[in-house]
């Protein structure tokens, strides 16, 4: 249970309580729940939209939800999208440069461009997404979202050579978790979306193993940065394949 609750209290701003702050190695072990917060995430959605379905038009729903989700999460992961991208583009090939600059709490205008992108494209995907798959599509992309960072985190390995806030994750990510979280998204998928969910679960996998590669090869592993960077990206991934299996 206190994994859990490490889990909802890292990735909501649900005022959740623990009689003790969870140690860097405890916030690791807790990783295997996040995709079950997701899928939490994924519900409380799923009831806002039907709340406001008859209230607003499908373009201003979508800016809603996204808007709504950003909110809970405290846009936990948004600051490594920015910080990402901005890594990559002022880096040009540099290892250590690209770590800097997305250690660097100011952001660039690549990352605010990645921004505004992701959040307009989400939208759009959203106020167009067809009634069928509505409900399903809501729930299932937080929850790949943040089942990618157990991916991601488990397969890899850290890029820093001193502390970070990925380096709990990685180090303390278990193979064992993985599969139990990998076993329990499939259900979820297939329940949401039945076998293109789990189709969908599988090109997400794909698109996790990619960015551990790619960036295991341009900086030698990963980074919470980059973690955050594939739950974001990923949604939108998640988002599209509906629209292509649909």
Same mark, same amino acid.
Request: hydrophobic share 60%; net charge negative; proline share 5%.
């Given at each position: 249970m206190n994994r859990f609750l490490d889990a909802?209290?890292? +990735? #909501?701003?649900?005022?959740? %309580?623990r009689w003790a702050s969870p140690t860097p190695e405890q916030m690791g072990k807790a990783m295997v729940f @996040?995709?079950?917060?997701? #899928?939490? !995430?994924g519900l409380i959605l799923v009831i806002v939209g039907w709340l406001f379905a008859s209230v607003f038009p499908p373009g201003v729903l979508a800016a809603v939800l996204v808007g709504f989700l950003i909110a809970m999460t405290g846009g936990l992961h948004w600051d490594g999208v920015a910080d990402t991208f901005d890594g990559l583009g002022g880096a040009r090939g540099d290892r250590e440069r690209m770590l800097a600059i997305m250690k660097d709490s100011r952001i660039g205008g690549l990352g605010v461009l990645s921004l505004c992108f992701l959040v307009v494209f989400k939208v759009i995907l959203l106020a167009e997404m067809p009634a069928k798959c509505w409900k399903g599509a809501l729930i299932v992309m937080p929850m790949i979202g943040r089942f990618l960072q157990v991916e991601i985190a488990t397969w890899g390995q850290y890029a820093r050579a001193g502390e970070g806030t990925g380096r709990a994750f990685v180090e303390s990510a278990k193979q064992g978790d993985f599969w139990v979280a990998l076993?329990?998204?499939?259900?979820i998928s297939l329940l949401a979306l039945g076998w293109t969910g789990l189709g969908i679960l599988a090109l997400s996998? +794909? $698109?996790? $193993?990619a960015i551990k590669a790619f960036f295991t090869h341009k900086i030698g592993g990963i980074t919470g940065d980059i973690l955050g960077m594939a /739950?974001?990206? /990923?949604?939108?991934?998640?988002?599209? !394949?509906?629209? @292509? @299996? %649909?």
């Open positions: 909802v209290r890292f +990735l #909501t701003i649900f005022p959740v %309580q @996040f995709p079950f917060v997701g #899928t939490i !995430l076993i329990g998204v499939g259900i996998l +794909l $698109y996790g $193993y /739950s974001e990206t /990923s949604e939108i991934l998640v988002l599209i !394949l509906v629209f @292509f @299996f %649909q």
